[in-house]
């Protein structure tokens, strides 16, 4: 059996490429640009800052390499571990009661027994859409005892009321702005989960009899596992990342919230303040790697089967 050939002086076509190599070029096309701005915006910074974290400014010679001597440093830092303590001590008690806070609300928006359901979830997910800035500077009218409302408070019925920007109230203080703020947020992500339960389970567990708590131990809470560990872990971070609120209040609160309050507030004053760009850069990526590993813990154990 003869073939064909194209006659002479006729170029071959070449053959086209697989039907698979084309399927993964086109997607490659897809996330191509998502990549690019990701390596740039996302990437680029923190090898940036690693790049920073090895060397170190001197009043003689300019810029020289130290190595891991600014890691060092900052393992040592007193300041840094103080502050470390603090936002610890922050996420231990604010992030379970504004977790807490936001379950119960979604529970309650979920049994569908709330009068006004949507009016309620508008409301309480309303303040997540405030600035933090313009949330704080609000909170901070407030808390004042010259001019905000502790102070009308105290003037009106003649009591003095504890300061909440004191140096022991501050902290719990900033808590109350950030469960304000994100109880909403919070809120929103359980609803949504619970939304997506099958009726089919409802319905048979009340064929078997089972009440409201048993119907939420046994069915929504397990359902909407997934739901907690992510707030969680959005939490853990943010709480890690705490700047905003103790920035803004500082000028009403100098003697309780000082510039090494949190560990973020404390780079920013290190690198723009105290001109310590490479010192501030390893205690960035210090703090980084302590989120990531956390967070990276606490996914396992909120995912893992059986917990």
Same mark, same amino acid.
């Given at each position: 059996?003869?073939?064909?050939?194209?006659?002479?002086?006729?170029?071959?076509?070449?053959?086209?490429?697989?039907?698979?190599?084309?399927?993964?070029?086109?997607?490659?096309?897809?996330?191509?640009?998502?990549?690019?701005?990701?390596?740039?915006?996302?990437?680029?910074?923190?090898?940036?800052?690693?790049?920073?974290?090895?060397?170190?400014?001197?009043?003689?010679?300019?810029?020289?390499?130290?190595?891991?001597?600014?890691?060092?440093?900052?393992?040592?830092?007193?300041?840094?571990?103080?502050?470390?303590?603090?936002?610890?001590?922050?996420?231990?008690?604010?992030?379970?009661?504004?977790?807490?806070?936001?379950?119960?609300?979604?529970?309650?928006?979920?049994?569908?027994?709330?009068?006004?359901?949507?009016?309620?979830?508008?409301?309480?997910?309303?303040?997540?859409?405030?600035?933090?800035?313009?949330?704080?500077?609000?909170?901070?009218?407030?808390?004042?005892?010259?001019?905000?409302?502790?102070?009308?408070?105290?003037?009106?019925?003649?009591?003095?009321?504890?300061?909440?920007?004191?140096?022991?109230?501050?902290?719990?203080?900033?808590?109350?702005?950030?469960?304000?703020?994100?109880?909403?947020?919070?809120?929103?992500?359980?609803?949504?989960?619970?939304?997506?339960?099958?009726?089919?389970?409802?319905?048979?567990?009340? $064929?078997? !009899?089972?009440? =409201?708590?048993?119907?939420?131990?046994? @069915?929504?809470? %397990?359902?909407? #596992?997934? /739901?907690?560990?992510?707030?969680?872990?959005?939490? $853990?971070? !943010?709480?890690? =990342?705490?700047?905003?609120?103790?920035? @803004?209040?500082? %000028?009403?609160? #100098?003697? /309780?919230?000082?510039?090494?309050?949190?560990?973020?507030?404390?780079?920013?004053?290190?690198?723009?303040?105290?001109?310590?760009?490479?010192?501030?850069?390893?205690?960035?990526?210090?703090?980084?790697?302590?989120?990531?590993?956390?967070?990276?813990?606490?996914?396992?154990?909120?995912?893992?089967?059986?917990?």
């Amino acid at each position: 059996m003869t073939t064909l050939q194209p006659p002479a002086g006729v170029a071959r076509r070449p053959d086209r490429l697989p039907k698979r190599d084309r399927r993964s070029w086109t997607g490659w096309g897809f996330i191509g640009p998502f990549a690019v701005v990701f390596a740039f915006v996302f990437l680029a910074p923190i090898a940036y800052s690693i790049y920073l974290s090895l060397f170190r400014d001197k009043l003689i010679g300019g810029t020289s390499f130290v190595g891991l001597d600014n890691y060092k440093q900052a393992l040592q830092d007193d300041q840094f571990w103080s502050s470390l303590e603090r936002v610890s001590l922050f996420l231990l008690i604010q992030v379970p009661i504004m977790l807490g806070i936001a379950l119960l609300v979604a529970l309650a928006l979920d049994s569908g027994r709330l009068y006004g359901r949507n009016f309620f979830r508008i409301s309480i997910f309303l303040p997540y859409a405030v600035p933090a800035v313009v949330a704080t500077l609000m909170w901070g009218f407030m808390y004042g005892t010259r001019f905000g409302l502790v102070g009308d408070i105290n003037s009106a019925f003649d009591v003095t009321l504890p300061d909440p920007l004191s140096a022991d109230l501050v902290l719990a203080s900033i808590g109350n702005i950030v469960t304000w703020e994100f109880v909403g947020y919070n809120m929103l992500i359980f609803y949504s989960a619970l939304r997506v339960i099958p009726n089919s389970l409802y319905e048979a567990a009340e $064929i078997d !009899g089972a009440g =409201q708590i048993r119907i939420i131990s046994a @069915i929504k809470l %397990p359902a909407i #596992r997934g /739901a907690l560990v992510i707030a969680t872990i959005f939490s $853990i971070i !943010g709480s890690f =990342q705490l700047f905003n609120e103790p920035s @803004i209040l500082r %000028p009403l609160a #100098r003697n /309780a919230i000082t510039t090494d309050y949190t560990p973020n507030y404390y780079t920013y004053s290190l690198s723009f303040n105290g001109q310590q760009h490479n010192y501030s850069a390893a205690v960035a990526i210090i703090m980084g790697l302590i989120t990531m590993v956390i967070a990276y813990v606490v996914q396992l154990r909120g995912m893992r089967k059986g917990a």
